[in-house]
């Protein structure tokens, strides 16, 4: 069999969401990285979205779990259960067998957890495993030239970290993470409700909120929203109306940190790279930056070009799908080198 013959599997272990490509496939599984187990019984009832319906509607007798947490693989059996989960209800058993996978993982991931999902990817079949940088693979997947020699700085602003990364020549030259994204600003956004109103909502309606009308520049058609919630107090249900303008001054908060880690990235980078970022400017990718106005507040603050790239929620696993024929080349290199 040729190595081009050979599925290639590509997995992108997000916080938020779980992605997986098949080759001649395309994107085959796109949901909510969260599992849901019947505690006695140890046993998974759901994954995905199905389980991300349960969140704040469980019972004593459910925990529901998120094998990634902060951009870090908490449990690594919750993960490969979680994928065993999945590829069965997709009945993948035919394209994992012998087939070629790659694993885009935080570039937070330590040496043990990257040794961990190789092992993991070889117990579902694969015989060759790859893990790369989610960073590096939302580049590719965002229209940057990852292999060229000029230097571009990319934002990866996903549900648990922010990775920002200086690329040049096919691999990150510098790159730092923070805790701070997606989930972060769903936080800032309960505290503010709770602080200012009195009242507690969940996570997936502060999730809504931003959403619906989260921003870091005014934008048009702005409206309030709706909000139901449980008042501290009475702890009796209660409804109340948030402003566009009132989200967005508490999204400056956390948005404010990733440019501030972003200065840092930058008064490391090698001036010749500098100037290569001068003139290419940033780009941002991950769920963070459908943030409306986001791009503009990065240009004005930081005085450099920013464009969002297309479909920033799927660069990651775009970018695999990019890399497949690079990952091909480079396992077919020692052969060229031993016919010479």
Do not use: H, W
């Amino acid at each position: 069999m040729k190595q081009n013959e050979k599925k290639f599997v590509s997995i992108d272990l997000g916080t938020t969401s779980t992605l997986i490509y098949v080759s001649g496939q395309g994107i085959v599984y796109n949901e909510a990285s969260i599992v849901a187990y019947k505690i006695k019984e140890n046993k998974i009832i759901a994954v995905g979205n199905e389980a991300y319906k349960m969140i704040g509607k469980g019972n004593k007798s459910v925990k529901i779990v998120r094998p990634m947490v902060d951009g870090v693989i908490t449990d690594i059996r919750a993960t490969t259960k979680q994928l065993k989960y999945i590829f069965d209800r997709l009945r993948m058993q035919a394209a994992l067998k012998k087939c070629i996978m790659l694993l885009a993982c935080p570039s937070v991931v330590t040496e043990l957890e990257r040794k961990a999902l190789v092992s993991i990817g070889k117990s579902f079949g694969a015989e060759e495993v790859f893990i790369e940088e989610e960073v590096k693979m939302a580049a590719l997947g965002g229209g940057v030239n990852i292999f060229a020699s000029t230097g571009r700085l990319v934002i990866d602003c996903g549900g648990g970290t922010t990775d920002v990364a200086v690329l040049a020549s096919g691999d990150i030259v510098l790159s730092k993470s923070i805790k701070i994204a997606g989930n972060a600003f769903n936080d800032e956004i309960q505290k503010f409700i709770k602080s200012q109103f009195g009242l507690e909502i969940g996570q997936k309606t502060s999730e809504s909120i931003k959403i619906s009308i989260g921003s870091i520049a005014k934008y048009t058609d702005e409206r309030n929203m709706k909000v139901y919630g449980r008042d501290v107090v009475s702890g009796l249900p209660r409804e109340i109306q948030v402003t566009p303008e009132e989200i967005r001054e508490v999204l400056k908060i956390p948005v404010s940190k990733i440019i501030d880690l972003t200065v840092q990235v930058l008064e490391e980078t090698p001036p010749e790279l500098a100037g290569d970022i001068f003139r290419n400017g940033i780009t941002l990718c991950g769920g963070g930056a459908l943030i409306r106005g986001i791009d503009k507040y990065f240009a004005d603050t930081l005085q450099l070009p920013t464009k969002v790239c297309e479909q920033p929620l799927l660069a990651v696993i775009n970018g695999t799908r990019k890399f497949e024929s690079y990952i091909y080349d480079k396992m077919n290199e020692p052969k060229r080198q031993e016919i010479i």
